[in-house]
């Protein structure tokens, strides 16, 4: 039942080229930034990532992406991350555009052993209709575009059907975790690694605090063990600020 590693080195060391990866944190906020780090180093490329948004120009997720390690990503926010921009109307890139509500529920859902779902979300736009950009050409014409989605009506609405989503790999932060893999998140860290944590085959899960089964309460429990294959303590630092205050705010100020 001990599922500790010693280091995020070891705990990644078998992810292979072309692994899909679902990827805890919310712009950087409870990313796993020293998996993410150890997955760099070692050189892994041609991967697909699940994740909210794929980190910011040279921090997280980013910084695999401006490796080019990145070849398709599904998520919901990319307007931090001028590389991302580049490489995706360049060609280089892949990109499953996907609402934030949906994006959560498919790894849900996919975490739960639920193949799909009917959802309002999307219904007369493109993401039912199909058309939206996957991948562009060099010379700026459209590669692959979204497939139409099929559409149900219960009721009085529309319903569009959404995939569930499972991924080889899931790679998530806690504040504290034991050695069977349960897992605390701090605060606004809770976001998408408890959904990541579901839906990766193998999870691997950095806590900043590695405690003794029992010791934490089974009430404050966000991820049961169940969820999670491996854990790494990586200790409290390292964490990074996605925007800096550069002057006093005038309240301040006065």
């Given at each position: 039942?001990?599922?500790?590693?010693?280091?995020?080195?070891?705990?990644?060391?078998?992810?292979?080229?072309?692994?899909?990866?679902?990827?805890?944190?919310?712009?950087?906020?409870?990313?796993?930034?020293?998996?993410?780090?150890?997955?760099?180093?070692?050189?892994?490329?041609?991967?697909?990532?699940?994740?909210?948004n794929c980190g910011v120009d040279g921090a997280g997720l980013g910084m695999l992406l401006h490796a080019g390690r990145i070849r398709r990503?599904?998520?919901?926010?990319?307007?931090?991350?001028?590389?991302?921009?580049?490489?995706?109307?360049?060609?280089?890139?892949?990109?499953?555009?996907?609402?934030?509500?949906?994006?959560?529920?498919?790894?849900?859902?996919?975490?739960?052993?639920?193949?799909?779902?009917?959802?309002?979300?999307?219904?007369?736009?493109?993401?039912?209709?199909?058309?939206?950009?996957?991948?562009?050409?060099?010379?700026?014409?459209?590669?692959?575009?979204?497939?139409?989605?099929?559409?149900?009506?219960?009721?009085?609405?529309?319903?569009?059907?959404?995939?569930?989503?499972?991924?080889?790999?899931?790679?998530?932060?806690?504040?504290?975790?034991?050695?069977?893999?349960?897992?605390?998140?701090?605060?606004?860290?809770?976001?998408?690694?408890?959904?990541?944590?579901?839906?990766?085959?193998?999870?691997?899960?950095?806590?900043?605090?590695?405690?003794?089964?029992?010791?934490?309460?089974?009430?404050?429990?966000?991820?049961?063990?169940?969820?999670?294959?491996?854990?790494?303590?990586?200790?409290?630092?390292?964490?990074?600020?996605?925007?800096?205050?550069?002057?006093?705010?005038?309240?301040?100020?006065?």
């Amino acid at each position: 039942m001990d599922k500790t590693y010693d280091s995020v080195t070891a705990a990644v060391a078998d992810i292979p080229d072309g692994a899909s990866l679902a990827v805890g944190g919310f712009g950087l906020g409870g990313i796993p930034h020293h998996l993410i780090g150890a997955l760099l180093e070692q050189g892994t490329t041609a991967l697909e990532t699940v994740s909210n948004n794929c980190g910011v120009d040279g921090a997280g997720l980013g910084m695999l992406l401006h490796a080019g390690r990145i070849r398709r990503t599904t998520g919901s926010y990319v307007g931090e991350n001028r590389e991302f921009a580049r490489q995706y109307l360049a060609g280089e890139l892949e990109l499953e555009l996907c609402p934030q509500g949906t994006l959560a529920e498919r790894l849900r859902a996919g975490g739960s052993g639920i193949p799909a779902f009917y959802t309002p979300a999307g219904v007369g736009t493109m993401v039912a209709e199909g058309g939206l950009p996957w991948r562009y050409r060099p010379d700026g014409t459209v590669a692959i575009e979204s497939p139409p989605k099929e559409v149900r009506r219960f009721g009085e609405r529309d319903y569009l059907l959404e995939f569930g989503i499972v991924t080889d790999f899931a790679l998530v932060r806690a504040a504290r975790g034991d050695r069977h893999g349960n897992l605390t998140y701090a605060a606004s860290a809770r976001n998408f690694n408890p959904l990541c944590a579901m839906a990766g085959r193998i999870t691997i899960a950095e806590v900043e605090q590695l405690v003794e089964p029992g010791e934490l309460d089974p009430e404050h429990v966000d991820t049961p063990g169940v969820f999670v294959q491996r854990v790494v303590e990586v200790g409290p630092g390292g964490k990074q600020i996605e925007k800096h205050t550069t002057r006093p705010r005038p309240e301040v100020a006065s």
